[in-house]
């Protein structure tokens, strides 16, 4: 006697396990977050290169820890003073409260800013987005190993049976 809802027609064909699916789910997640972020700091790279204004700024505030920041004070073209953060400055960026640094700033969204010497956050762009796309791949190949293990066409056997 069987217990419980009648399983739909795709849970019987793929033989449903939950703690499998659960799996690839999360790891669509993460892996579909971290290539949003790392495109979205492309983009952000792309607008300061296309739009951004060069200025200098002071260092204000220095946070160091896994990824290195600064809040940066400077002064628009328009007499705006503006305090904003910068993530991953240059390692020949002298990181010292008080220190002048070089900023590539956008004139539309002003608290959109960057160091001028952009090494390090070329290479955080590159690992997301690259970590991001790898764990996609390996995420859907593991979902359709486990649809094709499950059904019989991993192994060339053809259809289910119904």
């Known amino acids: 006697m069987l217990?419980?809802?009648k399983p739909g027609r795709w849970t019987r064909y793929a033989q449903f396990d939950r703690p499998n699916w659960i799996a690839v789910v999360v790891g669509l997640a993460v892996g579909g977050a971290l290539l949003a972020i790392g495109i979205d700091e492309w983009h952000d790279?792309?607008?300061?290169?296309?739009?951004?204004?060069?200025t200098t700024g002071r260092i204000v505030e220095v946070q160091g820890g896994k990824r290195t920041s600064l809040t940066v004070q400077f002064t628009?073209?328009?007499?705006?003073?503006?305090?904003?953060?910068?993530?991953?400055?240059?390692?020949s960026t002298?990181?010292?409260?008080?220190?002048?640094?070089?900023?590539?700033?956008?004139?539309?969204?002003?608290?959109?800013?960057?160091?001028?010497?952009?090494d390090v956050a070329v290479g955080?762009?590159?690992l997301l987005v690259a970590a991001g796309g790898a764990l996609l791949a390996?995420?859907?190949?593991?979902?359709?190993?486990?649809v094709s293990a499950r059904t019989g066409r991993a192994r060339g056997r053809g259809r289910a049976p119904r």
């Open 45 to 54: 790279h792309y607008l300061l290169e296309a739009r951004g204004v060069v």
């Open 94 to 118: 002298k990181q010292e409260e008080g220190a002048p640094i070089t900023l590539r700033y956008d004139p539309q969204a002003p608290d959109r800013v960057a160091d001028v010497k952009d």
């Open 76 to 91: 628009t073209a328009a007499g705006d003073e503006v305090t904003a953060e910068v993530i991953d400055p240059s390692a």
């Open 124 to 126: 955080s762009r590159w």
């Open 138 to 146: 390996g995420t859907g190949w593991a979902a359709w190993r486990l």
């Open 3 to 5: 217990r419980g809802p």
